[in-house]
């Protein structure tokens, strides 16, 4: 989710970088193109120039040409009628509506036969006193009305004084047509101005009527900045050469004005010309191409857009293809073609079920692989694979985990269903194996309840617990797993870890629990018994660590240390002159093989200065059954002068024929035996028991002994000495000294 709105936030930046691209390129356009309208402005203006100066030229040189002729005629001293028929001849080529000549005193005759006065008119004033002047448009006085231009020049006599002027007059169309000049493709408008702003000559798309105003008017009436720039001018009586403005009228009406002065050769006044465009038309212009830029630009980038998207979907749809690829690879079983562990626990996980997992694995495979060769064994574990798919339901997930191991998982609540699967599916590998040229097989399996939210890897590692906890036991096939169990071994863990530990730190106590005569009723032994003093006090049974220290080999040191601990003790009381009796220790089957056993106990008896004797060797009946080596060992602990006891007899392993191949010199009759005291079938049994030992030259210990009935029994049996609870159960080393060997502490 977050990623998502990283990812609209990045690209709204990108497209909010990209408006702003194309408005920042907008502006740009539009500045450059509104230089490039002032440049455009000015060189038509300036195209315009030239070719009215042209015309201009020529029209001056036309006149000149007549002022010429006039002089010549005039100082041959002609009379105006022969002047006028002079000039009459060059005016056939002209195309002047007429041409006259007034004397200084205004009397004009013209070459279309008119006679009358310039007296009164600006360009006879002007050209009297030796100008050559153009006019605006005026009314033709002679014979028509109609609107004229006229063009005049002095005329000069031989000693320079003027004696009258030559005048070309144009009909005003004609005139205009001499000046009309077109600009932007009619899109602008173009006119010339004299000094005064008034319209000499325009185009028809003036945007003011120059028959009534002038261009100055013009600006005025739009707004009063609009002819400011002119009117600085205006104001300080100057023209400018050359002048670009933009006029901002209200709205539509803006303009861009390019007004740029004529050359006017010997005419004495000055025109303009100015070229005019109405900003609207170079908008619609600038729009029209940027609407064709946007549109470009729009298009680019919903072509890179586009490209982008295909581009990222076509590596997307890669890395789709790919990492299903790379998926296929990391969740298949190499092996079988199924699932694999990490396929398992990733469904199982995020189905997030409850349900049974169930660990599988198959007594002896080792077996098919040794004795048929792994090939053989990779086909038996496909085959296996392929049976448990075919019983399973659908919606259960079966996965090859690794050697011959599988695990399934059930998605159902009731477990009775799951045994009857695990059943089919033993059924089903018991079935099918008998046509595989195979030994045997027969799986067995660890199951525990899965449920929402466990995680997958502790449920399988607790499926394998409980599977594991059958290994040894073929007539059960499946253990569902039990917490205790686990926690047990936990402890057995925490123990094992401690060991070391706890011997240093003496934390292993020495309890003893007497024997007594059934006779004489007084102390005639004792046997240490080992207990546990955890750091948080607590006393543990030796029940509970022994059996353990026993798988792991830790007992030997451990008997070692109890061994010790009581030559030690017997050393004390001997020191305290206390009356001695022999106090046997315990010898587990287990350290009853470690190297120079008898030579290490006959060496800590003399280093601590006890006799053998007076540390008889306790081994558990059922280790007698190893016949060569424990007679040996017998051997060997009574030449170095330890008396041997024979312990549990009668717990089921006991056999009578022990007791005649090996010597022992005390036989221990186990609490199990004595039990069975009252019992008729019991009673006999202990009694010929005891008679046999006594037989072959042995001491019988009963241990166990409860009660006075059993304690009468014994006695009339001769049994020579009773351990139990009827007596004393074991005893802390400072109780039992003060108890039974006399000492005060
Ligand atoms: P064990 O050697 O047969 O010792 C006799 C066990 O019977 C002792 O149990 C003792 O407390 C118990 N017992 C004696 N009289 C009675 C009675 O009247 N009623 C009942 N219910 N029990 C009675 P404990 O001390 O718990 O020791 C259990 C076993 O642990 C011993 O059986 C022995 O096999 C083993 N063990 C104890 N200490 C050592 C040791 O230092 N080394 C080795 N290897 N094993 C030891
Ligand atoms: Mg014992
Ligand atoms: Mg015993």
Redesign the pocket.
């Known amino acids: 989710m977050k990623t998502n709105w990283k990812r609209i936030l990045v690209w709204a930046v990108l497209f909010a970088l990209i408006i702003l691209s194309i408005l920042q390129c907008n502006r740009q356009i539009r500045s450059n193109h509104e230089k490039q309208l002032v440049e455009n402005l000015r060189i038509v203006t300036n195209q315009s120039v030239k070719t009215i100066e042209t015309e201009l030229y020529a029209q001056e040189a036309r006149l000149q040409s007549m002022v010429a002729e006039a002089e010549t005629t005039i100082n041959r001293g002609a009379s105006t009628d022969e002047i006028i028929r002079s000039l009459n001849s060059l005016n056939q080529l002209s195309g002047f509506k007429r041409v006259g000549y007034a004397d200084k005193d205004g009397h004009a005759a013209t070459t279309d036969g008119f006679h009358g006065e310039l007296r009164d008119f600006s360009f006879f004033q002007k050209s009297v006193k030796g100008e050559t002047v153009i006019t605006g448009t005026i009314m033709d006085t002679m014979g028509t009305t109609e609107p004229i231009n006229v063009l005049s020049a002095p005329v000069y006599l031989q000693n320079r004084e003027i004696c009258g002027i030559v005048y070309a007059t144009y009909r005003n169309e004609a005139f205009q047509r001499l000046f009309d000049i077109d600009s932007f493709e009619t899109a602008g408008s173009n006119c010339i101005v004299d000094e005064e702003s008034k319209v000499i000559s325009g185009t028809e798309n003036l945007p003011f009527d120059s028959n009534k105003d002038t261009l100055f008017s013009f600006l005025e009436s739009l707004g009063p900045d609009a002819a400011d720039t002119m009117g600085e001018y205006y104001k300080r009586g100057e023209r400018p050469d050359q002048l670009y403005f933009r006029v901002d009228g209200s709205g539509e009406s803006d303009y861009y004005l390019y007004y740029q002065a004529l050359d006017m050769g010997q005419v004495h006044n000055q025109w303009y010309v100015v070229t005019i465009v109405s900003a609207e038309t170079l908008h619609k212009e600038v729009s029209k191409t940027m609407g064709a830029i946007s549109a470009m630009l729009f298009e680019i980038i919903a072509l890179v857009v586009i490209s982008f998207i295909l581009f990222a979907y076509d590596i997307t749809s890669m890395d789709r293809k790919q990492r299903k690829e790379l998926e296929k690879i990391a969740y298949t079983d190499p092996l079988t073609g199924g699932n694999n562990y990490a396929y398992f626990k990733e469904k199982v996980s995020k189905d997030d079920r409850i349900g049974y997992l169930v660990s599988m694995d198959i007594h002896s495979f080792k077996m098919i692989n040794s004795v048929c060769g792994n090939e053989k064994g990779d086909e038996v574990i496909c085959q296996i694979h392929q049976w448990i798919c075919e019983t399973v339901a659908p919606e259960d997930l079966v996965a090859h985990v690794n050697a011959d191991r599988f695990v399934m998982f059930f998605p159902r609540l009731d477990k009775d269903v799951v045994i009857d699967k695990l059943t089919q599916i033993n059924h089903k590998i018991i079935r099918e194996m008998k046509h595989v040229d195979v030994p045997q097989l027969s799986a067995y399996y660890g199951i525990t309840r899965l449920e929402r939210g466990d995680s997958v890897e502790k449920a399988f590692s607790d499926a394998n617990f409980a599977r594991d906890s059958i290994h040894e036991k073929k007539d059960i096939f499946y253990s569902f797993f039990d917490r205790y169990a686990t926690q047990h071994v936990l402890e057995e863990k925490k123990m094992e870890d401690s060991f070391d530990e706890a011997i240093a730190k003496h934390e292993f106590e020495?309890?003893y629990?007497p024997k007594i005569s059934p006779d004489t009723q007084k102390i005639v032994g004792a046997?240490?018994?080992?207990?546990w003093r955890r750091a948080d006090g607590s006393l543990v049974?030796?029940?509970k660590f022994?059996p353990l220290f026993?798988t792991n080999g830790m007992?030997r040191i451990?008997?070692e240390y109890?061994f010790r601990e009581v030559c030690k003790e017997q050393k004390e009381l001997l020191d305290k002159g206390c009356s001695l009796f022999p106090i046997s220790?315990?010898?587990?089957r287990a350290?009853l093989y470690s190297m120079n056993l008898v030579e290490r106990y006959k060496e800590i008896t003399q280093q601590i200065g006890v006799v053998p004797e007076m540390v008889p060797i306790?081994i558990?009946e059922s280790a007698t059954a190893d016949d060569g080596p424990i007679q040996t060992l017998a051997e060997d602990f009574h030449k170095a002068g330890f008396p041997l006891h024979m312990?549990?007899f009668g717990t089921g392993y006991s056999s009578l024929s022990s007791l005649n191949s090996l010597h022992f010199d005390t036989l221990?009759l186990?609490?199990s035996l004595i039990d069975y005291i009252g019992n008729f079938g019991g009673d006999q049994l202990i009694k010929h028991t005891i008679a046999l030992a006594k037989d072959l030259g042995m001491h019988v210990t009963a241990?166990?002994?409860?009660d006075e009935k059993q304690v009468a029994f014994l006695q009339q049996l001769k049994c020579d000495s009773i351990?139990?609870?009827?007596y004393s159960?074991?005893l802390s080393a400072l109780e039992f000294e003060k108890r039974y060997a006399g000492v005060q502490n």
């Open positions: 020495v309890w629990q046997e240490a018994l080992v207990r049974s030796p029940n022994i026993e007992i451990l008997d109890v220790v315990n010898l587990s350290s306790e558990t312990d549990d221990k186990d609490k241990e166990g002994v409860e351990q139990g609870f009827y159960r074991p």
